[in-house]
């Protein structure tokens, strides 16, 4: 890989490598359009855009064409990689929330999918008939219309912001595991109260869920009929979502970086190292631990939004304790601390358990179903509970003890994070 590098770290080279690369890969998904490698490709040219050094406008200019039209285009070809795209950001803004909690400020929160929670299930009821079953038609008219979905995006902002300082204000003692069972609890609390709050009045229609839940309106359907483009909703609202979802993790990738380098971000970092001399160079900790807590759980509020949209259908089923231990991975995986290592950690994990570990699945159950012999074994006689996608949180568990064993600072850790561990 030392050659690689060399052409990386030369501007001209690795402009035309990356360039090379995303043509290559995304002529190989349009003439493959099922072809699992070739799309995997297409991610592998966009981090290796990452590691290239070149100037920073023609980077930002590369990215734009690879997600902004690429991707959509591919997604037209075959819907399923726009679907894996979308939930890719999906979960990118989920890791950059609680990189802010656990990265940043060494809070450990096991429960952050009960924001995400939050944020869904605000939409949900007012977005749906729901509503109409505790409110008189006389006060408003349920569900709400679309255009509506845009003010309650900013409205689970600070609904999320909110729930996250009530989750602080208990925990502002609380340290290491202690904090995490504290917030284990919030996050299970939470779920439970959606699966019972549908009596005696019903607001979130218990494990049932909400169903249907309101879609932003297509505002631009008619200037594309005005173009000569055709299209259904049924074609349009991936491509929307996608487009959504894409502008808020830009959104939320700048209010990191601002935030990382502000004195708020030093004191969280001062926190996480050592709250007691945090406090005696004047870092107000009530302050800044609530902040953390409010910053990252209004991410996970607007996504919430966003995901109850898209999947049309929620229910307390859809945010699990696991929900909050596959985030928690993805911010360990990428490296705790590091925006890149968050957005990376976030797309591994979600690529492994939605393409990886299903191709796998559906490649040996081709084998198996065909009779095919390898080294005088008959594939036939597999046991059928023997599926890669079955055991996802299996492989994800090994995944991260390798990690913590070989390279504990993350894949792509924080520069501080590995002159640490560089001293051990």
């Given amino acids: 890989m030392a050659w690689l590098t060399a052409v990386l770290e030369r501007p001209g080279p690795a402009t035309a490598l990356v360039v090379a690369l995303i043509a290559c890969s995304s002529a190989a998904v349009a003439y493959s359009p099922r072809s699992l490698i070739a799309f995997l490709l297409f991610q592998g040219s966009i981090l290796l855009l990452y590691f290239a ?27 399923y ?9 999906i979960f990118v803004a989920l890791a950059l929330g609680l990189n802010i909690v656990v990265g940043l400020a060494g809070l450990l929160d096991l ?19 729901q509503a109409a079953k505790f409110i008189p038609e006389s006060v408003a008219h349920f569900p709400l219309g679309g255009a509506w979905f845009f003010v309650f995006v900013l409205l689970a902002v600070g609904v999320g912001a909110g729930t ?6 208990p925990v502002l003692r609380l340290r290491g595991d202690y904090l995490a069972i504290v917030t284990l609890g919030f996050g299970e609390v939470i779920r439970v109260l959606a699966n019972n709050l549908d009596k005696p009045i019903n607001f979130t229609n218990g494990p049932q869920g909400i169903t ?3 879609r932003p309106p297509l505002f631009f359907q008619p200037l594309l009929a005005w173009v000569g483009i055709e299209a259904p909703p049924s074609a349009l609202y991936p491509l929307y979502f996608y487009a959504i979802v894409l502008l808020i993790v830009g959104l939320v990738i700048l209010v990191n970086r601002r935030l990382e380098n502000s ?5 969280w970092e001062a926190i996480r190292e050592d709250e007691t001399a945090a406090q005696a160079m004047g870092v107000p900790l009530v302050r800044m631990k609530l902040l953390a807590f409010a910053c990252g759980a209004s ?31 993805m911010v360990i995986l990428g490296g705790m601390g590091s925006i890149p290592g968050a957005i990376l950690g976030a797309t591994v994990v979600t690529v492994l358990n939605l393409q990886v570990l299903k191709g796998l699945s559906l490649w040996l159950n081709s084998l198996r179903n ?9 594939l036939a006689n597999l046991p059928t509970q023997l599926e890669p996608a079955k055991y996802e949180r299996m492989i994800f568990g090994i995944i991260l003890i390798l990690m913590m064993i070989y390279r504990p600072q993350g894949i792509l850790p924080a520069r501080r994070r590995t002159r640490e561990l560089g001293e051990r």
Avoid: C, D
């Fill in 53 to 79: 050094r070149m100037a920073p406008w023609r980077k930002r200019a590369l990215a734009a064409l690879t997600l902004g039209i690429l991707m959509p285009i591919l997604g037209t070809i075959n819907g």
């Fill in 81 to 89: 990689y726009l679907e894996v795209a979308t939930q890719v950001g």
């Fill in 111 to 129: 429960g952050y999918v009960a924001f995400y929670a939050v944020g869904a299930y605000t939409w949900a009821i007012y977005g749906s008939p």
């Fill in 164 to 169: 996250g300082v009530l989750l602080g204000l």
């Fill in 212 to 214: 249907p839940i309101g």
């Fill in 263 to 267: 004195h708020i971000g030093r004191a």
């Fill in 299 to 329: 991410f996970a509020g607007a996504m919430g939004v966003v995901f109850s949209a898209k999947q049309v259908f929620i229910n307390p089923e859809s945010f699990t304790f696991l929900e909050s231990i596959g985030v928690l991975s």
């Fill in 370 to 378: 065909a009779g095919v012999t390898i080294l005088g074994y008959n």
